[in-house]
């Protein structure tokens, strides 16, 4: 699993900051996350954020990776996950990631588009274990 899929925070990587969670029995390394009996927001800490960083951010991120947002908003202690999701986000954010890396957002409406053009760039070699299908994921 690439540093920049998934429940794995870039940004902490990048500047050594990493708190990760004991790998699960696949090998598979998550974000040690805040977690609670349900995925829910801090009134408080919502409050504080829109009242000091809201502006800011707006002025300062552009074209970060799709998983960014949410890595940010776990840093700065905005929401909790809900207990035993980590696998589910993570399936999710590694989506979202590569739905950017290979540039499908603007068609991800049209199913028709989305198979030519990675056909286009991967080929369609699917009987030779290879083609679009495994560039997925």
């Not at 999710?92 to 991800?108: C, D, E, S, T």
């Amino acid at each position: 699993h690439h540093v920049g899929n998934g429940l794995r925070d870039v940004d902490a990587w990048a500047a050594g900051a990493v708190n990760e969670s004991p790998a699960r029995s696949d090998g598979t390394l998550y974000t040690n996350v805040p977690e609670g009996e349900v995925t829910a927001v801090d009134p408080e800490a919502a409050e504080l954020y829109f009242a000091f960083e809201a502006e800011h951010a707006l002025a300062t991120y552009r074209n970060q990776y799709p998983a960014a947002a949410y890595h940010y908003f776990l840093r700065l202690g905005v929401f909790t996950t809900a207990k035993g999701g980590r696998a589910e986000i993570d399936r999710m954010l590694r989506y979202g990631n590569q739905v950017q890396r290979l540039g499908l957002a603007p068609i991800l409406h049209d199913p028709v588009a989305i198979v030519d053009t990675l056909k286009a760039r991967f080929g369609n070699d699917t009987a030779a274990g290879g083609g679009f299908q495994d560039a997925l994921f």
